[in-house]
């Protein structure tokens, strides 16, 4: 049996602003076992980074968690002192920022960044932490590390610092690393590298993997089950075979559209989806894909359940439920009829 190692359950996170309370995370549920691969998809605004940081114990005035319970092996994360953290992030739990530009300190050298962590956590001295500071840099693919230790961020580009990113959130043997947007800032070329990378964690190490991006492909690629965000919920989740070959939510279907084929050789027309993401501030009581989705009827002005699809593939959506369609609400098109 899988072991369960971060479960979320109905999480809830406002920002309060001059304008209002944005409500980014609105009761998201989700679990992540033990060596797993999971992809966390879904448009820019939808919630992805946000739960992230929620999981680290990042979120700052003006947010803050309002609800909701984070369980890592069975323990009550929102319970931990600031102390407690200190000990658990970095170490037992890691995580890969999206902008490897700014997320090391220029004025640094890496090997004294490196070295920080792993002394801090590992209980190594100098010496020795510098040694296993060169082993992981050499293991993320970076050459001659002794060299590359006594240089400074700006001496790397763009794709060898994010390398360093990540040598330095496997530094501890994380039981949970969580990449935020690791691939984004990166040309193609160091993408493909970068995912290399993560399949070679995933085949060599037990550590699990949150891959949060918006890029399908990137899931395609590397993970192995998918959880797809929208309006600061859950839509959709399931294997990474649910999702790209049985998908049941509109807004999966919609995103699935929306990317170019990997063969090269369809010439089938992208389809956008219409619309813009809903406003947090002032979020819908319903579905919140309602206003954009082909299928909306009068339902979908309730909020629907989550269904049960099959093991481990769940939608919430009203047409997941077999719910007999009525006319559309007003100011939403389609005649509701499921692809």
């Not at 309370?21 to 998809?41: K, L, P, W, Y």
């Not at 919630?47 to 609800?67: F, N, Q, R, W």
């Not at 919609?254 to 989806?273: A, N, Q």
Request: proline share 6%.
């Amino acid at each position: 049996m899988t072991e369960r190692l971060l479960s979320v359950e109905d999480l809830k996170v406002s920002f309060h602003t001059r304008d209002g309370e944005n409500q980014a995370v609105r009761g998201v549920s989700f679990h992540i076992d033990a060596g797993e691969t999971v992809g966390i998809v879904g448009e820019s605004g939808s919630g992805k980074s946000v739960t992230a940081k929620a999981i680290m114990s990042l979120i700052t005035p003006p947010g803050k968690i309002i609800g909701g319970n984070i369980n890592f092996r069975g323990e009550n994360l929102s319970n931990l002192s600031e102390k407690e953290w200190r000990k658990l992030r970095g170490n037992r739990i890691a995580m890969v920022f999206q902008d490897p530009m700014t997320s090391l300190n220029p004025v640094k050298k890496i090997g004294q960044q490196l070295t920080e962590v792993i002394r801090r956590h590992r209980g190594l001295n100098k010496q020795e932490a510098l040694k296993e500071a060169a082993s992981i840099l050499r293991q993320v693919g970076i050459n001659n590390p002794e060299q590359r230790l006594q240089q400074y961020p700006h001496e790397f580009s763009g794709g060898m610092r994010q390398r360093v990113m990540i040598a330095m959130a496997l530094s501890c043997k994380p039981e949970l690393l969580i990449a935020d947007e690791p691939t984004t800032a990166l040309d193609v070329t160091i993408q493909a590298q970068i995912l290399d990378l993560f399949k070679e964690l995933k085949n060599n190490t037990s550590t699990a993997v949150a891959l949060i991006t918006h890029d399908l492909g990137v899931v395609a690629q590397v993970c192995t089950r998918v959880i797809v965000m929208y309006g600061g919920l859950v839509m959709e989740e399931g294997t990474v075979e649910d999702i790209f070959y049985r998908p049941q939510h509109p807004y999966t279907k919609g995103l699935l559209r929306s990317i170019p084929k990997r063969d090269g050789k369809s010439r089938e027309r992208l389809i956008p989806i219409e619309g813009t993401p809903p406003d947090l501030l002032n979020p819908p009581s319903g579905c919140p894909f309602m206003e954009r989705c082909p299928n909306a009827f009068a339902r979908c002005s309730e909020r629907p359940p989550v269904i049960e699809l099959s093991p481990g593939h769940r939608s919430m959506c009203w047409l997941a439920d077999g719910v007999q369609e009525t006319p559309a609400v007003a100011g939403v098109e389609g005649s509701g009829s499921v692809e």
